[in-house]
């Protein structure tokens, strides 16, 4: 089960590419995202199609809601992590959140651009971003992994 996680967060159709074309679609269309140039490579690199946005974004969504629904089930049977105990799941979900909402400076330095383009989130995306994939990866830094992150 662990690695289906971490491949659903990490691998080739998971959470990862998906957002990472959310944000080449943003910076292409003039919504956010990513910047012209950059958009622009990562596209070609990864995929891009603007006929599957909509797709991209709904596997966004998706995936956001079911990494949420375990973190509130495992809330709620009184454990802090995907598992009975830490995993590479926590950890690569941890990570995986500054796609959607960036450590703050004093623990992670960005140019303003990329910060800015990670944190774009379109209003259905914003929706989809549960506070506890985030209350999660704030425990994970904390407890577990070390700040502040040198990039």
């Known amino acids: 089960m662990?690695?289906?996680?971490?491949?659903?967060?990490?691998?080739?159709?998971?959470?990862?590419?998906?957002?990472r074309l959310q944000l080449v679609h943003g910076g292409l269309t003039g919504a956010g995202g990513f910047g012209d140039r950059v958009a622009s490579y990562l596209g070609g690199k990864y995929g891009y199609d603007?006929?599957?946005?909509?797709?991209?974004?709904?596997?966004v969504h998706s995936l956001?809601?079911?990494?949420?629904?375990?973190?509130?089930?495992?809330?709620?049977?009184?454990?802090d992590y995907y598992f009975d105990e830490l995993s590479?799941?926590?950890?690569?979900?941890?990570?995986?959140m500054a796609l959607f909402h960036p450590l703050?400076?004093?623990?992670?330095?960005?140019?303003?651009?990329?910060?800015?383009?990670?944190?774009w989130l379109d209003d259905r995306t914003a929706r989809a971003l549960?506070?506890?994939?985030?209350?999660?990866?704030d425990m994970m830094y904390s407890r577990h992994l070390q700040l502040p992150l040198s990039l």
């Open 2 to 19: 662990a690695l289906e996680l971490c491949e659903r967060l990490c691998g080739k159709d998971g959470l990862g590419w998906h957002r």
């Open 50 to 59: 603007p006929a599957r946005a909509e797709s991209d974004a709904t596997v």
């Open 64 to 79: 956001l809601g079911e990494f949420a629904e375990l973190l509130h089930a495992q809330r709620d049977a009184g454990v």
């Open 88 to 96: 590479a799941v926590d950890v690569y979900s941890a990570a995986f």
């Open 104 to 119: 703050p400076p004093e623990h992670c330095e960005m140019i303003p651009a990329v910060r800015s383009a990670f944190g």
């Open 130 to 137: 549960d506070p506890i994939l985030l209350e999660h990866r």
